[in-house]
C-alpha cells in the first residue's frame, strides 16, 4: 500500500473538525428534555467532508467504526469527530512514535514497482484480493515477455528460462540479453541467475497460487512476492533481444 501524505491527511481531518462542528441547543423555556446539537453547517456539506475522512481514518485507525468509545449523546457524528481527533493526535505524532517504538527500517511502497506489476494489480490490491493480485502480475509479466520476445509456444518458468540461456539464440529461440557475452563469468553468472531466478518465482509463487485452494495472503507476504516479481519483471523489460542471424 502506498505511504500515506501525512500533511494532506491532518489538513483534510482538521478541516472535517471545523466543518462538522455542532452547537448546543437548549430545550425549550418552560421544558425538559427536548435539548439537542445541531451542525453548525449544512449537513450535506458535513457529509461530503465525512466520504473523505472516512477513508483516512480507515487507514490511521483501522477499527474507528466499532471502537468502545463513550459515546456523546445526542451529537451527530460523534464517532467521526472522535476518530477524527485520535487520528490528527498520531499523525502529528508520526514520527516521534516511529522513532520510538517502531524498528526505523524503510517501508516498500507498492506504486514503486515496476510497472507491468503494480499497473496490472492496483485494484486487485485496494479490494483486498492479494493472493489473485500476485497471480496477475505473476500473468501480466509472462504476457510481455511472450510479446517481447514474440513466442507463444512457451510460457512462464520455460518461456524466461530458455530464453536468459546462455547458449546462442536459434530459430525460435531468441535470448534475453542483460549484458554483452564477453565469454567472462559474469554474464554468465547473470543470465544463470536470472533464469533459475524465473522458474523460482513461476515454480514457488506462481504454481501454487494457480493450481491451489489456500487462504488470502497476509498483506505483507504478497508485497514481498510481488517485489520478486518486479525484479523479473525490470530484468525482462531492460533486456534486449537477441535472434538467430
Known sequence: MTQMNREWAIGKLKSFLVTAAISYVPSPPNSVGFSYYKFNNPKPEVQAA????ERILDRVIPDWRT??????KKQPMWRH??????????LEAEQELQENLGSGAPQLDAATLHPWVWGSVAGLWSSGHFREAVGAAARAINAQAQSKLARRDASE???????????APTTGHPRLR?????????FKNRHD????????VYSAIRNPIAHEEG????????????AAFSI???WVDAATVDTAT
Open 232 to 234: 523479473l519483471a525490470r
Open 67 to 72: 471502537a468502545d468509545w463513550e459515546e456523546a
Open 81 to 90: 469527530r472522535e476518530a477524527a481527533n485520535r487520528a490528527v493526535a498520531l
Open 50 to 53: 465525512a466520504q473523505i475522512v
Open 178 to 186: 542483460l549484458s554483452v557475452d564477453d565469454g567472462g563469468d559474469t
Open 193 to 200: 541467475g536470472a533464469g533459475n531466478f524465473a522458474r523460482g
Open 157 to 167: 518458468a520455460k518461456l524466461l528460462s530458455d530464453a536468459f540461456s546462455t547458449n
Open 215 to 226: 487462504d488470502e495472503l497476509e498483506e505483507h507476504e504478497a508485497l514481498e512476492q510481488l
